[in-house]
């Protein structure tokens, strides 16, 4: 499976980014994909997941300004996200799970194939 992310920029706070992750090759038993971010001296955090059964999760930190969803005729995994701020800076990866999760995870553990990350930088 390989993943590729777009979308990332700049943006002042309180804009709007609407990331995008193209998979392909053999994603017929991806059962969650989900969206992670990494900023500068801090761990990796799950930010969205969704299942195959449309099934959401998101990090607090993301409830009620983000939205993940998923384009099947695509393949695309999209982050729309909202009211940005200064501490949504970070890199975004895309990641699908392993075969099997069958639950919107955060967790990384459960996933296998991970993008190259996009950046993306909101000013205060």
């Known amino acids: 499976v390989q993943l590729v992310e777009s979308g990332g920029g700049s943006v002042q706070s309180g804009g709007s980014l609407r990331l995008s992750c193209a998979a392909s090759?053999?994603?017929?038993?991806?059962?969650?994909m989900a969206w992670f971010r990494q900023s500068p001296g801090k761990e990796r955090e799950g930010v969205a997941s969704?299942?195959?059964?449309?099934?959401?999760n998101y990090a607090y930190s993301a409830k009620g300004r983000f939205t993940i969803s998923h384009e099947n005729a695509k393949n695309t995994l999209y982050l729309q996200m909202n009211s940005l701020k200064a501490e949504d800076t970070a890199v975004y990866y895309c990641?699908?799970?392993?075969?099997?999760?069958?639950?919107?995870?955060?967790?990384?553990?459960?996933?296998?194939?991970w993008g190259q990350g996009t950046q993306v930088t909101v000013s205060s």
């Open positions: 990641a699908s799970s392993l075969p099997g999760v069958r639950y919107p995870s955060l967790v990384q553990a459960d996933f296998e194939y």
């Open positions: 969704i299942d195959s059964d449309g099934r959401r």
């Open positions: 090759g053999n994603t017929y038993s991806t059962s969650c």
